[in-house]
């Protein structure tokens, strides 16, 4: 999953202040700490909506999917049947599980309750990818990016067309992820993924 928040620890937004703790904690790889925090703050404050996307991709890092699955439904309950965001966290995690046709249901949903949501487009484009649409993912991955510029998703991009044996239109997108990075973590993966695609070119 792509979240801002993965890498933008210190925020300005006065309504996240209760996240501040858990991110940084994240950050320095605490990952149980983190998560015991991010749990107590979605008890105090379960309308945190960051923090329920953010305690989703903790577990969903850690390869924790059915906790992660766990999360995206009390996610649902908290906010309802009509929300989008569940639908994306559950969608993700049913793929991540290996549920390609459940998950992609979820995300059409998602999608249809909110075309906005950017992350949902994402998720949208991975699952594709996971079912083997190609052509499907890199149209939703545009629609993703446009919504919100991020850098995973132009990773993401990259990667299938370099699956795909378009090398030149891969290495373009993580060229640009390299550059529109701010933080050295995903510019170095950026780097590592042009020479990956350099070799298979060059093969």
Request: aromatic share 8%; glycine share 8%; proline share 3%.
């Amino acid at each position: 999953m792509r979240l801002t928040s993965s890498f933008a620890v210190f925020r300005f937004d006065p309504g996240e202040q209760e996240l501040a703790r858990p991110r940084w904690l994240a950050r320095e790889h605490k990952l149980a700490e983190a998560e015991d925090e991010y749990r107590k703050a979605l008890g105090r404050n379960p309308d945190l909506y960051a923090g329920w996307q953010e305690l989703f991709e903790l577990l969903r890092r850690s390869r924790r999917y059915h906790d992660a699955l766990d999360v995206a439904e009390a996610a649902s309950r908290h906010w309802g049947d009509d929300a989008a965001m569940p639908h994306t966290l559950r969608g993700a995690a049913l793929v991540d599980l290996g549920r390609i046709g459940d998950g992609v249901t979820a995300l059409q949903r998602a999608i249809e309750l909110d075309d906005a949501l950017a992350l949902a487009w994402h998720e949208y484009g991975y699952a594709s990818y996971r079912a083997g649409h190609h052509g499907q993912a890199l149209l939703a991955l545009d629609r993703a990016f446009a919504l919100e510029p991020h850098t995973d998703t132009l990773m993401l991009r990259g990667r299938i067309l370099r699956d795909g044996g378009r090398y030149d239109a891969a290495e373009v997108a993580f060229q640009g992820a390299m550059q529109t990075s701010d933080h050295d973590v995903p510019r170095h993966e950026a780097e590592r993924e042009i020479d990956a695609t350099r070799r298979a070119a060059a093969l």
